[in-house]
């Protein structure tokens, strides 16, 4: 929905991770791939840069360490 009112992929990402665990104050543990922080991931099949519409597709997620598919 925000890139249809013409946010960037880049800034749906920074709103998505950074900007809500800066929000919430826990951008100590969370939001970044750092030594020490919790980092749950997604790997998109189809890169969102390409194509907003690829954050729904296809994607391979890691959650505490445990690798699941979309």
């Given at each position: 929905?925000?890139?249809?009112?013409?946010?960037?992929?880049?800034?749906?990402?920074?709103?998505?991770?950074?900007?809500?665990a800066?929000?919430?104050?826990?951008?100590?543990?969370?939001?970044?791939?750092?030594?020490?922080?919790?980092?749950?991931?997604?790997?998109?099949?189809?890169?969102?840069?390409?194509?907003?519409?690829?954050?729904?597709?296809?994607?391979?997620?890691?959650?505490?360490?445990?690798?699941?598919?979309?």
């Amino acid at each position: 929905m925000l890139a249809e009112y013409g946010f960037t992929v880049l800034s749906i990402l920074q709103i998505s991770t950074i900007n809500g665990a800066t929000a919430l104050s826990i951008d100590d543990k969370y939001c970044s791939i750092e030594k020490g922080k919790k980092a749950d991931l997604l790997i998109w099949n189809n890169s969102p840069f390409d194509n907003y519409k690829n954050f729904l597709v296809d994607k391979t997620i890691i959650k505490d360490g445990v690798v699941l598919k979309n």
